[in-house]
């Protein structure tokens, strides 16, 4: 077979165009990163250092002198140690109900049921159209959940394109493994615990990573639905320190005394880490599942 003049010239380039765009490829990829990188290394650096050396950098990225004065004020606040408390509970059981309310619908809306189709049409018209802010606040208020901690929890036990998505997946399983535990006498509850669940994996630890998240980061359900500051979750104190810019009274009362209390800003940034680690340290735990997860319900064969 005789290659033309032109296909020569392209297999001649082709290793060189490919070695470059794999070297601006990656230089673009360590550029974004260190643009991301930079702020949470100042939050970092600001949170342990000292108040001259604070005030003396314009940009601070590694501090020269350990200061361990603002963690010791914020740890030794009751509010802010119950709200984190609040937070990790809410993490925990809202995931939890989210997870369960989800793939117990999932699977469901995939079985050949009375009304199906328009519970799908349900759900994809949710997708489209919400109740709005004003009659989610009625509804919580009038099933008695306001000022309790299941209001950040209850009203978003399903998020419907998480629901839609699952339902790919479980769709993508092929029926042969279902009709083969109907076979061994399995009903419809132990084929979705012993064999769905099991061989879901990937789609569960994205969606708990993606409702966890939810959780731990929101912070507009507690200034809805809590009058009660001692049911605050940690971004609402957070919050409140930043915007307020006066942490010494955002976070009550501090059980040590300090004869020099840490500044406001080095307060503030201690804060922010503490309130930011505990979700970054969950993420490589999922990490392996996440990357199988994210392509979930795009391919169905």
Same mark, same amino acid.
């Given at each position: 077979? @005789?290659?033309?003049?032109?296909?020569?010239?392209? !297999?001649?380039?082709?290793p060189?165009?490919?070695?470059?765009?794999?070297?601006?490829?990656?230089l *673009?990829?360590?550029?974004?990163g260190? #643009?991301? #990188?930079?702020?949470?290394?100042?939050?970092?650096?600001?949170s342990?250092?000292?108040?001259?050396e604070? =005030?003396?950098?314009?940009l601070?990225?590694?501090?020269?002198?350990?200061?361990?004065?603002s963690?010791?004020?914020?740890?030794?606040?009751k509010?802010?140690?119950?709200?984190?408390?609040?937070t990790?509970?809410?993490?925990?059981?809202?995931?939890?109900?989210?997870?369960?309310?989800?793939?117990?619908?999932?699977?469901?809306?995939?079985? @050949?049921?009375?009304?199906?189709?328009? *519970? %799908?049409?349900?759900?994809?018209?949710?997708?489209?159209?919400?109740?709005?802010?004003?009659? !989610?606040?009625?509804?919580?208020?009038?099933?008695?959940?306001?000022?309790?901690?299941?209001?950040?929890?209850?009203?978003?036990?399903?998020?419907?394109?998480? %629901?839609?998505? =699952?339902?790919?997946?479980?769709?993508?399983?092929?029926?042969?493994l279902?009709?083969?535990a109907?076979?061994?006498g399995?009903?419809?509850?132990?084929?979705?615990?012993?064999?769905?669940?099991?061989?879901?994996?990937?789609?569960?630890?994205?969606?708990?990573?993606?409702?966890?998240?939810g959780?731990?980061?929101?912070?507009?359900?507690?200034?809805l639905?809590?009058?009660?500051?001692?049911?605050?979750?940690?971004?609402?104190?957070?919050?409140?320190?930043?915007?307020?810019?006066?942490?010494?009274?955002?976070?009550?009362?501090? !059980?040590? *005394? =300090?004869?020099?209390?840490?500044?406001?800003?080095?307060?503030?940034?201690?804060?922010? %880490?503490?309130?930011?680690?505990?979700?970054?340290? #969950?993420?490589?735990?999922?990490?392996?599942?996440?990357? @199988?997860?994210? =392509?979930?319900?795009?391919? @169905?064969?």
């Open positions: 077979m @005789k290659i033309s003049r032109g296909e020569r010239r392209l !297999t001649i380039r082709s060189f165009l490919s070695a470059a765009f794999d070297i601006v490829n990656s *673009m990829l360590v550029l974004i260190t #643009v991301m #990188v930079i702020p949470f290394l100042y939050i970092f650096a600001v342990f250092s000292s108040l001259h604070y =005030m003396s950098s314009d601070l990225l590694w501090p020269n002198e350990w200061v361990l004065d963690y010791r004020y914020i740890f030794a606040s509010s802010f140690i119950r709200s984190l408390g609040v990790i509970f809410i993490t925990i059981i809202g995931t939890l109900v989210n997870l369960a309310f989800t793939s117990a619908m999932a699977y469901g809306l995939t079985r @050949k049921l009375p009304g199906q189709s328009f *519970m %799908l049409f349900l759900v994809l018209f949710t997708v489209l159209f919400s109740a709005g802010m004003i009659p !989610t606040y009625m509804i919580v208020k009038e099933t008695g959940l306001l000022n309790s901690l299941w209001a950040l929890i209850i009203p978003s036990a399903i998020a419907p394109f998480n %629901l839609i998505v =699952m339902r790919q997946f479980f769709l993508g399983i092929p029926e042969e279902n009709e083969a109907y076979i061994d399995a009903n419809e509850l132990t084929t979705f615990f012993k064999v769905i669940l099991p061989l879901s994996k990937p789609a569960l630890a994205t969606f708990c990573l993606f409702y966890a998240v959780h731990w980061n929101n912070y507009f359900a507690g200034i639905y809590l009058n009660d500051p001692t049911l605050w979750p940690i971004q609402v104190i957070l919050r409140q320190i930043v915007l307020l810019n006066d942490p010494m009274n955002s976070l009550g009362s501090v !059980t040590m *005394m =300090m004869e020099n209390p840490p500044p406001p800003e080095t307060i503030q940034m201690a804060a922010t %880490l503490v309130a930011t680690l505990p979700i970054l340290i #969950v993420y490589p735990f999922l990490q392996k599942h996440f990357a @199988k997860g994210v =392509m979930i319900g795009s391919v @169905k064969g």
